[in-house]
Structure formats: structure tokens, C-alpha cells
């Protein structure tokens, strides 16, 4: 009984060691400089503790002394500050064109950002190419198991987060494979998840003191949706959630990627959208810069085939709304630039035969940032890291 006691007594001492050390440096990272007796203070830790944890800080090279600073006393109080390359992250996203790599710091400042295009030729190719990008950037910035804090890896799919498998990527022709054992030779936490996930997820971080729920739209190759219900990200019973891009919009209507029929993917991606201007003028254009480059220079059918899209994805919208009437909608992805100045009429459209809300119940808007799934993929590793459980 006592051996119980005891080991409950150690296990509970261990816990608050390892919050007030989150606590700590979740307040040095607010922070340029600060006294360990304002940590103390403002954090209500003993000045004690404080000392003890900064003197393991020093130790381990996450922070470093400023300089003096006049104290009220007369005493001269030595400043700290939170070294930004102590700890870092990495994240990478797989698309079907590239592999995108950024390198952040414990402080999110973007360090080295890196973009590979590829031909698609199979996982094991991207793999190897990612494996040579990270061994490349843990010799540059000298990083060990200590200093990286983990992996993020965003993909366009269904994911199965917890074990880190791919369950389908149609996108990158991917069924059933274990992704996370690829680089647990690392030995970091590796993160593996849907791209639309973590673009909301990394939406959602930059306005997390003002909300708690948030949809992001993600229209690119395909269609995906992120949902983040009470500042987590809601991945459904069975990983699949948030298949926004196959629910059905028209029976027996065009064949979609995923093999099946009517998938609104198959109407509002930002393929599909190239699509149907090739069929309407028999040209082929390849891409959304030369979309975008002809509907700037007023190209009548680029506005016709834009007007029909903005309907169709109005459509699908509006069933989200309808079902999980959220506050905040974010709509991101490769089609951003066409979308700013047509959201007056996507919201028109949204809510034309909605009767239950309406336009003011609602904030919708276009992402910031195009690549937030890859933004999304770093921070994951760095939240992990802090946050106190
Ligand atoms: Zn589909």
C-alpha cells in the first residue's frame, strides 16, 4: 500500500514538475526578455522553482542571459530570454505535384522553406526524396532528437492519425500505408494527418483566444473539409470525417476521381474547375495561373464557367451550414485569388433558400495563407510540445 502511495506521490510531483516547465517557456515565447522574478509572479511559482527550472534550461541550451537590468532594489536582476534555436519542427506536405518542406523554430519563424516538384511516381520515390531534404537539414542546423521536436506530414487523404497510416490517397494512388514508420528511425514524434485538417487546424491557432469552433474549405486538386469543434480537431469514429469533397450533389452525375458519381469534388475542385473551361472552348489549359490569367483579361467564358462553379460550390456550402451551423467558415486552397472579389455572390448563393439562418449568423472568409496545410503540419510537433496535459 505504501509503495502504491508513494509512486502516486511521485507520478503527481513529475506532472507538476512537467507543467511548470511548459509554463515557463510558454511565457518565455510571449516574451523578448523577462526576470525570473516576474516568471514567478506573474505564473504564481515559487521563485525557487523558477530558479531550479532555469538553471535546467541553461543546462539543456533552451535559454541564455540578456543582460542587467536596474531593479527597484538597486540590485542589478539578470534578464533571460528563450533562445529561438533551441527547439525546432518540421513540416512537410505531400500534394500531388510537390513535396513541400518548411523548417520552423520553437518562436514558428519560418527557417528554411523547401519545394520539390515530383512526377507522382509512387510513395516510396517521394519517401526517399523527403529523407534526403531532412538528413540535409539536420546537418545544416545541427539537429539531433533533442532539438527537433517532430514531424508534421500533411497529405491529401484519409488518414488514420492515430497510427500515422495513409488509408486513401486517390491523389497520390495510396491505399493502407504506414507512413509514421518510415521516419520513427528519428526517433521524434512523428504527426501524420489530412491536409484540410491541419489547414484548420492552423487557422483555428491563430484565432484560438476568440473562438472555438472553425471550418476550413480546402479546394485544391480535390476538395476537403478540416472541422475543429471546442479547439480540437474532429476526425469522426473512423478517421473519415470531413469527406466534404464526395458528398453527392447530382445522381448519376460526372464521374469523380474516387471512382464513384456526382461527387461535388467533382464539380468545385479547383480541377474541375480547369476542366469544364476546357470543355466549354476546346483549349487546354493546364493550370489555375492560366485560369486566373484570362479571367483578369476578361475572357468571357472564364467569368461564365466561374459564375456556374461559385453556384455548385454555394450548394455544397450551404448542406455544411445546414448541418453544423457554425460561426466561422474559412475557405482556402489554390483559387484563393478568384474567390476575393466573388464572395458577395458565393454568399448570395449560400444563402439564397436558407431559411433557418442567414448571412450575419456566419463569418465567412478566404485563408491568408495558401499553404497553411504545411504551416499546420509544423506547429503540430511545437503545440504537442507545450501543450500541458
Ligand atoms: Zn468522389
Given amino acids: 500500500m505504501r509503495g502504491v502511495l508513494s509512486n502516486l506521490i511521485e507520478v503527481n510531483h513529475s506532472k507538476i514538475k512537467e507543467t511548470n516547465r511548459k509554463k515557463i ?5 510571449e516574451r523578448t526578455e523577462i526576470t525570473k522574478l516576474d516568471i514567478s509572479r506573474i505564473l504564481g511559482i515559487s521563485i525557487t522553482t523558477v530558479s531550479t527550472n532555469i538553471t535546467e534550461f541553461k543546462s539543456e541550451g533552451i535559454v541564455e542571459d540578456v543582460r542587467s537590468l536596474e531593479s527597484t532594489g538597486g540590485r542589478k536582476a539578470i534578464a533571460i530570454r528563450l533562445k ?3 527547439k525546432f519542427s518540421i513540416g ?3 500534394t500531388p505535384n510537390h513535396i513541400k518542406i518548411a523548417l520552423v523554430n520553437i518562436k514558428k519563424e519560418i527557417i528554411e522553406n523547401i519545394r520539390i516538384s515530383h512526377n507522382n511516381d509512387g510513395i516510396e520515390n517521394l519517401i526517399r526524396i523527403i529523407n534526403e531534404k531532412i538528413d540535409f537539414m539536420m546537418k545544416k542546423y545541427n539537429l539531433d532528437s533533442e532539438k527537433l521536436l517532430g514531424i508534421g506530414l500533411s497529405l ?3 488518414v488514420d492519425f492515430k497510427e500515422g497510416i495513409i488509408k486513401y490517397s486517390y491523389l497520390l494512388g495510396v491505399k493502407d500505408f504506414n507512413l509514421k514508420e518510415k521516419f520513427q528511425y528519428l526517433n521524434v514524434p512523428i504527426y501524420v494527418d489530412n491536409e484540410a485538417n491541419l489547414s484548420a487546424y492552423y487557422e483555428f491557432l491563430s484565432r484560438k483566444d476568440v473562438l472555438k469552433n472553425l471550418l476550413y474549405i480546402s479546394i485544391t486538386d480535390g476538395l476537403g473539409l478540416g472541422i475543429i469543434i471546442n ?7 473512423n478517421n473519415s470525417s470531413g469527406e466534404f469533397g464526395h458528398i453527392k450533389v447530382v445522381i ?3 464521374k469523380c476521381k474516387c471512382g464513384a458519381k456526382g461527387c461535388l469534388e467533382a464539380y468545385a475542385s479547383m480541377n474541375s474547375l480547369i476542366e469544364s473551361y476546357n470543355e466549354e472552348v476546346s483549349e487546354n489549359i493546364l493550370d489555375i495561373d492560366e485560369f486566373e490569367k484570362l479571367y483578369m483579361q476578361n475572357d468571357i467564358k472564364t467569368k461564365k464557367v466561374l459564375d456556374d462553379y461559385l453556384r455548385i460550390l454555394a450548394v455544397g456550402i450551404s448542406n455544411l451550414i445546414m448541418i453544423l451551423d457554425p460561426n466561422t467558415i474559412v475557405i482556402g486552397g489554390d483559387i484563393n485569388n478568384l474567390l476575393n472579389d466573388k464572395m458577395e455572390i458565393l454568399k448570395k448563393n449560400i444563402y439564397k433558400d436558407n431559411l433557418f439562418t442567414d448571412e450575419s449568423s456566419c463569418n465567412i472568409s478566404i485563408a491568408d495563407f495558401k499553404e497553411s496545410y504545411m504551416l499546420g503540419a509544423a506547429m503540430m510537433p511545437i503545440e504537442e510540445f507545450l501543450e500541458i496535459k
Fill in 25 to 29: 517557456i510558454k511565457l518565455l515565447l
Fill in 84 to 86: 529561438e534555436d533551441c
Fill in 92 to 94: 512537410i506536405a505531400l
Fill in 156 to 158: 491529401p487523404g484519409t
Fill in 231 to 237: 479547439g480540437k480537431i474532429y476526425r469522426g469514429d
Fill in 252 to 254: 448519376d452525375g460526372k
